[in-house]
């Protein structure tokens, strides 16, 4: 864990399968639940109440339950000034660009681009910030 870096009250952060690592001025918020392996970038703020898990549990085998099938470890990147919003997921495997923001109770499937604003479930890019024009734009 970096400096300067906090994680709030009811916050669980499992390293169990993984390495859980977080940069330097990042907040962890209330209640979020982190299971490795995950990267958490610098300066990155996580609202209350994310589910960030690069773990899933196997199922294709149908005669076994899946609780006790082999699990998936994937791991999570999530660069540097990063802001995601309360109840969001970021599911195993995913990496969120640098200076992202995932909007509240998005579900996030798929790598989002640096510079992006994503929303929904599945989270998709509405907006992308356009370094000629120095705005953000919004995306067809």
Known sequence: MGEQS???????????VGDVTIGKQSIVGMGNVIIGPVSIGNEVMLAQNIVISGLNHGYQDVTISPRQQKEVCKQIIIGDDVWIGANAVITAGVTIGKHSVIGAGSVVTKDIPEFSVAIGNPAKVVKKYNSVTELWEKCN
């Not at 906090?6 to 169990?16: D, R």
Request: net charge negative; no cysteine; hydrophobic share 45%.
């Open 6 to 16: 906090v994680i709030e009250s009811f916050a669980t952060v499992n390293n169990g």
